[in-house]
């Protein structure tokens, strides 16, 4: 990507995130970057595959966050519950909640190439806590009951104002799987 197409990138994913999709247009964003609107559509060829770009550099980074402080610990039962402590950390630094919530609650009922990326977050972090709770031996199937902890977690902590909502999902969590194991 060109210097122009990463500070355009870098531009709207803070708009995107800060303010919502809709209400970002592309005259901001290429004011902001420092560039031209013709600029921004050579780039990405519309907004609409620019929010898909904001969406992918998002899940990618919350992957790398993820696994990198999932890799620290041992495979097991604290582990699988480390991933709510991440989950925490993550929200912690990053204040208006879940990108991909916040950005299917926008486009989600659209052909918007962002909601195949959304999907693809949602599937990936099931999966991720499907094979965390199969490396700890239980059924991995505790792996979908988890991720909606995780999943209603971040709603109850954002939507809700529950600053206890992680803590609780990770002690919902621990019952659930001492009760399985």
Not at 46 to 75: C, G, M, T
Not at 103 to 117: D, F, S
Not at 126 to 150: F, M, S
């Amino acid at each position: 990507m060109t210097p122009a197409g990463q500070r355009l990138l870098a531009t709207a994913s803070e708009l995107f995130y800060h303010r919502g999709i809709h209400a970002v247009g592309v005259d901001l964003i290429a004011e902001q970057a420092g560039t031209t609107k013709k600029t921004l559509y050579d780039r990405f060829g519309s907004k609409d595959n620019l929010v898909a770009h904001y969406l992918q550099a998002r899940f990618e980074r919350w992957q790398v966050f993820f696994d990198e402080r999932i890799a620290a610990i041992e495979p097991g039962m604290d582990q699988v519950l480390t991933a709510f402590d991440v989950l925490g950390e993550w929200l912690g630094l990053n204040t208006c909640g879940c990108a991909f919530v916040n950005a299917n609650a926008e486009i989600g009922r659209t052909g918007h190439p962002g909601v195949a990326v959304i999907h693809a977050e949602k599937t990936w972090m099931r999966e991720r806590y499907e094979e965390l709770v199969g490396a700890a031996g239980l059924p991995p199937a505790l792996g979908g009951y988890l991720h909606l902890l995780h999943e209603g977690a971040i709603v109850a902590l954002t939507a809700g104002a529950r600053a206890d909502a992680v803590a609780e999902a990770k002690s919902a969590a621990g019952k659930l799987l001492g009760a399985a194991g």
